[in-house]
């Protein structure tokens, strides 16, 4: 089963979106996951966040590191002045003069127009992720679009060496794949499966007989996403369609080389 949700300011969630807001997003996603574990009494198995939603899956990790499998998909890692560099002359001078602006930006996602408040602050905004360094029970999954011009691929570089203390990590920059990753929804949902199963079979010690299930309503991966309880035995149809898209995949023998 899986919990998605809207952070703050998105979505049909309440409150304003804002620029640079990594802390307020982690502790969204750590109020999702006490949620889980001590109202639904439930072990909370991963992560997966998209875009922004991957810098705030990110953000938790490198600040709680107290959930094993992450992953990210086209997601923001590096400090930039992205910011600066897509306002106007005049929207610049009415942020420094007000102390904030009200901006609107089309919505790759959906279409339309998104808006979101930017304030002096978030021009300098950080995101630190050097707690990456110390989560050394974490599993990383990156996945990444060679063609992604709204956050380049340098991103998954950076986040590479960022997770260099993590129990593992791997890379995949799929060619010829943009941000939305359209028309490439199936592959991605069989990567990130595969992954999964491969992780929670070597955590299981079980030889991969895990219970429970992960159950999927449609192949749109949502912005995020927690993933409850284990996988179920259907995995391994997944895991050998798997191997004929991705043939890249390691084969079971290599498993044990991670």
């Known amino acids: 089963a899986t919990l998605r949700f809207d952070l703050t300011g998105c979505g049909d969630n309440g409150g304003k979106p804002r620029i640079g807001s990594h802390e307020r997003d982690a502790l969204d996603i750590r109020a999702a996951v006490l949620h889980v574990r001590e109202r639904l009494h439930r072990n909370v198995l991963g992560l997966f966040g998209v875009g922004e939603g991957g810098t705030a899956v990110l953000s938790y990790t490198a600040r709680f590191g107290d959930v094993t499998n992450v992953v990210t998909l086209s997601a923001r890692t590096e400090q930039s002045n992205w910011l600066e560099r897509s306002l106007t002359w005049t929207q610049l001078d009415t942020l420094q003069k007000n102390g904030e602006i009200e901006w609107s930006y089309p919505n790759l996602i959906g279409g339309g127009m998104r808006s979101l408040v930017a304030t002096r602050a978030d021009m300098n905004a950080k995101l630190d992720l050097t707690g990456l360094a110390s989560c050394k029970s974490c599993h990383l999954l990156t996945l990444h679009g060679s063609l992604d011009d709204e956050v380049p691929v340098s991103n998954a570089h950076t986040l590479q ?56 309503s449609d192949l749109k991966p949502s912005g995020f996403n ?13 895991h050998a369609a798997a191997r004929m898209n991705l043939p890249s995949m390691p084969d079971d023998d290599d498993d044990d080389d991670e």
């Open 161 to 216: 060496q960022l997770a260099k203390g993590c129990a593992s990590h791997e890379l995949r920059i799929i060619p010829g794949v943009g941000h939305l990753w359209d028309g490439k929804e199936e592959k991605l949902a069989y990567a990130i499966s595969e992954w999964l199963w491969r992780k929670t079979r070597v955590e299981s010690g079980d030889g991969g007989e895990c219970a429970g299930a992960l159950e999927r």
């Open 226 to 238: 927690i993933f409850v309880d284990d996988l179920s035995e259907q995995v391994k149809e997944i």
